[in-house]
Nanobody
Framework: QVALVESGGGLVQAGDSLRLSCAAS????????MGWFRQAPGKEREFVAA????????IDKDSVRGRFTISRDNAKNTVYLQVNTLKPEDSAVYYC????????????????WGQGTQVTVSS
């Protein structure tokens, strides 16, 4: 079974930056597409970014394009989400997920999930 553990969240002020990490406890990390999702209280889970096994990234939401960057280090079995110029509306629990095949923006297509890391942005 694939285990994913997120870290790097915290309480920050608007305009600050964070780098979220997701470590996988498997040696076959490079075979999976990885995604980041976020969920605020009372809201649906929202797609943030995804990256293929070959390193091709995908970000669909206009409000995060140019501020967020997804990357992966297959040698370290780790995927990252760099979040810059944070805004209060970015506050949420951020989850990483893994799936076989190509990247997807649909959370129900991902097989494995981490426990989430809280990002709180104050004004």
């Amino acid at each position: 079974q694939v285990a994913l553990v997120e870290s790097g969240g915290g309480l920050v002020q608007a305009g600050d930056s964070l780098r979220l990490s997701c470590a996988a406890s498997v040696s076959t990390f490079s075979r999976y597409a990885m995604g980041w999702f976020r969920q605020a209280p009372g809201k649906e889970r929202e797609f943030v970014a995804a990256i293929s096994w070959g390193g091709v990234s995908r970000i669909d939401k206009d409000s995060v394009r140019g501020r967020f960057t997804i990357s992966r280090d297959n040698a370290k079995n780790t995927v990252y989400l760099q979040v810059n110029t944070l805004k209060p509306e970015d506050s949420a629990v951020y989850y990483c997920a893994a799936k076989s095949g190509s990247t997807s923006s649909m959370y129900n297509q991902y097989t494995y999930w981490g426990q989430g890391t809280q990002v709180t942005v104050s004004s």
